[in-house]
């Protein structure tokens, strides 16, 4: 029953997204001569404008605290290996879950989670603002690549790989613009492909390993704190048992540790949806949209990921030191934001055209990188915050 392959990319499994099957694109195009649509996703995605920016954003350290830390460039290749490596013992395709790992944050804005809920708050009155709406907005309206249209065209299964939640409100409104669209799946409760899927579970597993990596590395998490969470403590103390040198090299037994604590997870998820998949048995992509959510953690791994999550919360997400930086971010895009309203003509010329004021400046602001953001405070109101 489980699909565990090493070997090379293997056939495609009954379940699996299909490039030849696709519900296409929104304009339609020409099929490529030499490439699947899937892998024409994905290219177009890598030479993406929105993309190179990913590498000057913030994970959870600011791009500027240090050179070692991860950013949304470096979280998203590791989102995509993670799924591609599950993915292809699962038969599922690879082209199709690396394009949506690959997009999946292009939509965030500077500063982490604080520049996106700042950023909320200033557009509350205007409709607000998600990361994961604006990642689609990304790839639909803002990349000005194409003669024909704007956005990058992608294929349905793209973006609704890209979407990955969404309140019924915005559903309701997207499915008045795009009927049967990629918002459908949040009225009528269907799940959206597997591919899908994965890539959502596969962003878990990437952020909780590296966070714990970042945050031990940073010198804000203690390995010894590590020893409280069930799933870490587990492979700290085989790592050692395995090889007892470690103790005296802790940078290669938080690796060894990391390490072990990936390859569990993959495991886990593979064989927890191998064990679905036997159970509800889709013979197409289709069917697998109809089953219940498929690509999953066991129960125990669910839960131990949940405290992983939690202490990560409270230990690095909470720490003081990233809160104050992170503040900062925050005071940047509020008020860069507020500039920006007070005087549109600081806007580039495309974003001063735009009929809705407030909505161009959160675009703007959002596509801006950490280093931009903090560069262009200074040169619209003089201070320094960071
Ligand atoms: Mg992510």
Not at 41 to 68: C, M, P, W
Not at 188 to 210: F, K, R, V, W
Request: hydrophobic share 35%; with cysteine; aromatic share 6%.
């Amino acid at each position: 029953m489980i699909r565990r392959r090493s070997e090379g990319r293997g056939a495609l499994a009954p379940w699996a997204s299909r490039s030849t099957d696709s519900r296409g694109r929104r304009i339609a195009e020409a099929p490529a001569p030499t490439r699947s649509e899937f892998q024409r996703d994905r290219d177009r995605i890598v030479h993406s404008t929105a993309f190179r920016r990913l590498v000057y954003k913030t994970q959870v350290f600011l791009n500027h605290e240090g050179d070692l830390f991860r950013t949304r460039l470096t979280h998203s290749l590791e989102v995509a290996q993670l799924a591609r490596s599950i993915g292809r013992s699962l038969g599922l395709d690879e082209d199709l879950i690396e394009a949506i790992a690959l997009a999946h944050d292009l939509g965030h804005t500077p500063f982490g989670h604080a520049g996106q809920d700042a950023l909320h708050d200033c557009m509350r009155p205007y409709g607000g603002f998600e990361h994961n709406l604006q990642s689609l907005r990304v790839v639909d309206c803002l990349e000005q690549r194409y003669p024909a249209f704007d956005g990058l065209n992608l294929c349905f299964e793209t973006r609704e790989g890209i979407l990955k939640h969404c309140s019924r409100r915005q559903a309701r409104h997207m499915e008045s613009i795009e009927p049967d669209g990629v918002a459908r799946r949040f009225l009528d409760g269907t799940s959206p492909s597997l591919e899908a899927q994965l890539c959502n579970l596969a962003d878990e597993i990437a952020y909780n390993a590296h966070d714990v990596d970042d945050g031990v590395r940073s010198g804000l998490i203690q390995l010894d704190q590590l020893r409280t969470v069930p799933l870490v403590a587990r492979f700290l103390d085989e790592a050692i048992a395995d090889h007892s040198q470690l103790l005296q090299t802790p940078k290669r037994l938080l690796a060894e540790t990391i390490r072990r604590m990936l390859s569990q997870q993959v495991y886990d998820v593979i064989d927890e949806t191998g064990r679905r998949l036997d159970e509800c048995d889709p013979h197409s992509a289709d069917a697998a949209r109809a089953c219940p959510p498929l690509v999953a953690f066991s129960a125990g791994m669910r839960q131990a990921s949940r405290e992983l999550k939690a202490f990560l919360f409270q230990a690095l997400y909470r720490h003081p030191q990233v809160v104050e930086t992170t503040d900062r971010g925050r005071r940047i895009v509020r008020e860069l934001f507020d500039v920006y309203r007070e005087r549109p003509d600081q806007l580039p010329l495309d974003f001063q055209e735009s009929p809705l004021r407030e909505r161009a400046v959160a675009d703007y602001i959002a596509g801006m990188t950490d280093r931009f953001a903090v560069r262009e405070h200074r040169r619209l109101t003089g201070r320094d915050i960071l």
